[in-house]
């Protein structure tokens, strides 16, 4: 009797500019001949139409079934099964790597050597999305409130509840020193301590606790403006960084502009029980229908997802290939200053795959 070793990937491809890039990605897997069977769960406006839901019961099983998901970028009646992915899944460190690849089209003048990742929790602070009108606001005691006026006296206006909880960001410090560990060994924890005491100092100071598990890996704090200023500066003193949510989303934004944009940036989504994978770009509306979105952040998730499959000799080899195109530099996407299309780059890269 013979035994099915083949992983099962959802895939959903997305809304706008995703699919284009989603499925010459897949294209390309599949000349890799790789031990994947791909399913298709219906989920936005086509489930809508077939089971009257956005995200129907039967396209959660399959995902439930399924080894991983890889993702497109929702822009709407998809963001349910997103929704699923992340807080139903609780995957909470989002991983974003940043690693300059020559050829790319970077705005600083030594891009060369930048190889940092960002573990962003992912399901806690601002995106709890507690929001309300001020008026309602029980009367809190904020720090300096004799100097300032109360937060209720503002009103009107709305708050946001910004959540940070010592399990929540224990797990996600934890599973970056632990990704610290496996790499250059130096972890950098950063938010605003100064002004947030409560809530970033918890972060830090669990952050500063878990230390001491981890002897072998260098930890240092900066504050997260100190942060940008840095990042931007000398990215290539970084190795891991990890921070809350909002910083993370916004900051590994940063990072990608500094490697040559969103095109260029992966990223994964992983949980203790599940993880999915998804570019850290949005659907790109504006170059829709133009077959010129960079695939390049879809292959290189996807080598994560390849990682996280067990296959790790074929993510070496993508990578590896993807490089190469870059090095080469002579079939590169608009948003890296070429003339080429997503489907005649993902034909570069199968080249590619034939030399290394
Ligand atoms: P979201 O809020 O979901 O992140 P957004 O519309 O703010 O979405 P993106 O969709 O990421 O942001 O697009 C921001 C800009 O980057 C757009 O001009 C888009 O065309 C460009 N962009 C994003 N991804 C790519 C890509 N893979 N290749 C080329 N350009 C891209």
């Given at each position: 009797?013979?035994?099915?070793?083949?992983?099962?990937?959802?895939?959903?491809?997305g809304?706008?500019?995703?699919?284009?890039?989603?499925?010459?990605?897949?294209?390309?897997?599949?000349?890799?001949?790789?031990?994947?069977?791909?399913?298709y769960?219906?989920?936005?406006?086509p489930?809508?139409?077939q089971?009257?839901?956005?995200?129907?019961?039967?396209?959660?099983?399959?995902i439930?079934g399924?080894?991983?998901?890889?993702?497109?970028?929702?822009?709407?009646?998809?963001?349910?099964?997103?929704?699923?992915?992340?807080?139903g899944?609780?995957?909470?460190?989002?991983?974003?790597?940043?690693?300059?690849?020559t050829?790319?089209?970077?705005?600083?003048?030594?891009?060369?050597?930048?190889?940092?990742?960002i573990?962003r929790e992912?399901?806690?602070d601002l995106?709890?999305?507690?929001?309300?009108?001020?008026?309602t606001?029980?009367?809190?005691?904020?720090?300096?409130?004799?100097?300032?006026?109360?937060?209720?006296?503002?009103?009107?206006?709305?708050?946001?509840?910004?959540?940070?909880?010592?399990?929540g960001?224990?797990?996600?410090?934890?599973?970056?020193?632990?990704?610290?560990?496996?790499?250059?060994?130096?972890?950098?924890?950063?938010?605003?301590?100064?002004?947030?005491?409560?809530?970033?100092?918890?972060?830090?100071?669990?952050?500063?606790?878990?230390?001491?598990?981890?002897?072998?890996?260098?930890?240092?704090?900066?504050?997260?403006?100190?942060?940008?200023?840095?990042?931007?500066?000398?990215?290539?003193?970084?190795?891991?960084?990890?921070?809350?949510?909002?910083?993370?989303?916004i900051?590994?934004?940063?990072?990608a502009?500094?490697?040559?944009?969103?095109?260029?940036?992966?990223?994964?989504?992983?949980?203790?029980?599940?993880?999915?994978?998804?570019?850290?770009h949005?659907?790109?509306p504006?170059?829709?229908?133009?077959?010129?979105?960079?695939?390049?952040?879809?292959?290189?998730t996807?080598?994560?997802?390849?990682?996280?499959?067990?296959?790790?000799?074929?993510?070496?080899r993508?990578?590896?290939?993807?490089?190469?195109?870059?090095l080469?530099?002579?079939v590169?996407?608009?948003?890296?200053?070429?003339?080429?299309?997503t489907?005649?780059?993902?034909?570069?890269?199968?080249?590619?795959?034939?030399?290394?």
């Open positions: 009797m013979s035994i099915d070793v083949r992983k099962r990937v959802a895939v959903i491809e809304d706008d500019a995703s699919p284009e890039a989603v499925r010459p990605t897949i294209a390309l897997l599949d000349t890799m001949n790789l031990p994947i069977e791909w399913i769960p219906l989920v936005g406006d489930a809508m139409a089971y009257g839901s956005p995200f129907p019961a039967e396209s959660r099983a399959q439930d399924a080894d991983t998901t890889f993702f497109g970028s929702t822009s709407g009646s998809s963001g349910a099964s997103l929704f699923y992915l992340r807080w899944k609780q995957t909470f460190a989002n991983v974003r790597p940043a690693r300059y690849l050829g790319a089209r970077s705005p600083l003048a030594d891009p060369a050597d930048i190889d940092l990742v573990v992912n399901l806690e995106y709890v999305r507690a929001e309300g009108e001020l008026s606001l029980a009367e809190p005691a904020p720090r300096g409130a004799t100097i300032r006026r109360s937060v209720k006296d503002l009103a009107p206006g709305r708050y946001a509840v910004k959540a940070i909880t010592e399990a960001s224990e797990r996600v410090i934890r599973f970056a020193f632990e990704l610290a560990r496996r790499r250059r060994g130096c972890l950098t924890v950063t938010a605003k301590f100064n002004m947030l005491p409560l809530t970033d100092g918890l972060f830090r100071d669990v952050a500063l606790s878990l230390a001491q598990e981890f002897p072998d890996v260098t930890l240092e704090t900066f504050i997260v403006d100190d942060f940008a200023c840095r990042l931007v500066r000398e990215p290539q003193r970084f190795d891991v960084v990890v921070m809350p949510n909002l910083y993370g989303d900051l590994s934004d940063a990072a502009g500094l490697i040559g944009g969103l095109g260029m940036a992966p990223s994964g989504c992983y949980g203790n029980d599940y993880a999915y994978f998804e570019t850290a949005g659907t790109a504006d170059i829709a229908g133009t077959h010129t979105i960079n695939p390049t952040a879809n292959l290189l996807a080598a994560m997802m390849l990682d996280h499959l067990d296959l790790g000799e074929a993510a070496s993508l990578r590896a290939a993807v490089a190469r195109v870059y080469e530099g002579r590169l996407t608009p948003d890296q200053g070429g003339t080429a299309g489907e005649a780059f993902c034909a570069e890269v199968a080249r590619q795959l034939e030399c290394v």
